[in-house]
């Protein structure tokens, strides 16, 4: 009897010191499966999920940061920045007082060929309007919008609309494409290139730009409101990247969330966090075309949780 009560209590100890590594209960309950996954609890309330699989039939040789944020737990909050001078993430993140983790954001605004396809309001400044006409390359680009309150604690993700003086939130960040909503997985069919040549079109070409495997950063929002940020590392033989059809299925299969929108990926695609090592870049950013952590991109936009 003594014998048992002390491997059960040995049981207690070991499952208490073990609860920031490995796959937490609450990590349990959001992740749906849980082979080829490792978290960390970096807070209560903000988990980070980290996938890597060789064997894996659908998603063999991928490699993916998420990062969950559950506001409801009273302890952090969504922080957005947006800087037209632009800077690294690593260099963003030393800015924000209490930052935990942190991707990079949407598209550039300040970009002289296609700025007008993106819209931009921030604690209720509209600070990029989209003025391209419907017959544009880049018209795709603002498909989907992530409204979010001043206390960066409600979030929603959702089709844009024709009229963004008609949404009422205080804060809009347009992206593209939307990969779920309201559960419907509409990002399988966006672009699907089965039977299509694309190696002519041009770059920006939804077909092209979204229809090939790429580094891809990507948002999505739980039933919970749980807020989830997503890197996918590519361009490399150790991580191929994905398409919007396969990063639709990869978060429906692993996270089932309420809504996703694909944001800023290829050079762009960056995750930080506190206290890692390479300045806390986690995932593989490929602006140095090198499978390391050093390959940063300058951009504009940024969230974080703090």
């Known amino acids: 009897m003594l014998r048992v009560s002390y491997l059960l209590s040995a049981a207690l100890i070991f499952s208490a010191c073990s609860g920031k590594r490995g796959i937490s209960q609450s990590a349990v309950t959001e992740l749906k499966e849980k082979t080829g996954w490792t978290t960390d609890t970096l807070r209560k309330d903000v988990i980070w999920y980290k996938y890597s699989s060789k064997t894996d039939k659908q998603f063999a ?53 296609s700025a007008d396809y993106m819209h931009l309001r921030l604690k209720g400044q509209d600070i990029q309007k989209v003025k391209v006409p419907k017959s544009s390359i880049y018209w795709w680009k603002h498909q989907g919008m992530f409204t979010f309150d001043d206390e960066g604690k409600q979030f929603d993700i959702e089709f ?85 059809k396969e990063l639709t299925a990869f ?38 075309k090198k499978y390391d952590h050093y390959g940063q991109r300058m951009v504009e936009t940024v969230i974080f949780i703090k």
Do not use: C
Not at 255 to 278: C, E, L, R, Y
């Open 61 to 113: 040789n991928q490699n993916v940061n998420v990062i969950s944020f559950n506001p409801g737990a009273g302890l952090g909050k969504m922080v957005f920045e947006y800087k037209k001078e632009k800077d690294s993430l690593s260099v963003f993140a030393n800015r924000i007082p209490g930052a935990i983790a942190g991707i990079n954001a949407t598209y550039f605004i300040e970009k002289k060929d």
């Open 251 to 288: 978060l429906q299969r692993f996270f089932n969330p309420k809504s996703a929108m694909n944001i800023d990926g290829g050079g762009s695609t960056m995750m930080w966090v506190k206290g890692q090592p390479f300045n806390g870049i986690v995932n593989h950013p490929t602006d140095n």
């Open 160 to 244: 844009s609309p024709e009229n963004f003086s008609a949404i009422k939130s205080k804060n809009i960040m347009t992206g593209a494409p939307m990969l779920i909503d309201n559960f419907k997985p509409v990002g399988l069919t966006f672009a699907d290139t089965t039977g299509k040549d694309i190696k002519k079109l041009h770059y920006e070409h939804y077909l092209k730009h979204q229809g090939v495997r790429h580094p891809r950063t990507a948002i999505a929002v739980t039933q919970e409101g749980r807020l989830l940020l997503i890197a996918v590392d590519g361009r490399n033989k150790e991580a191929l990247g994905m398409s919007a």
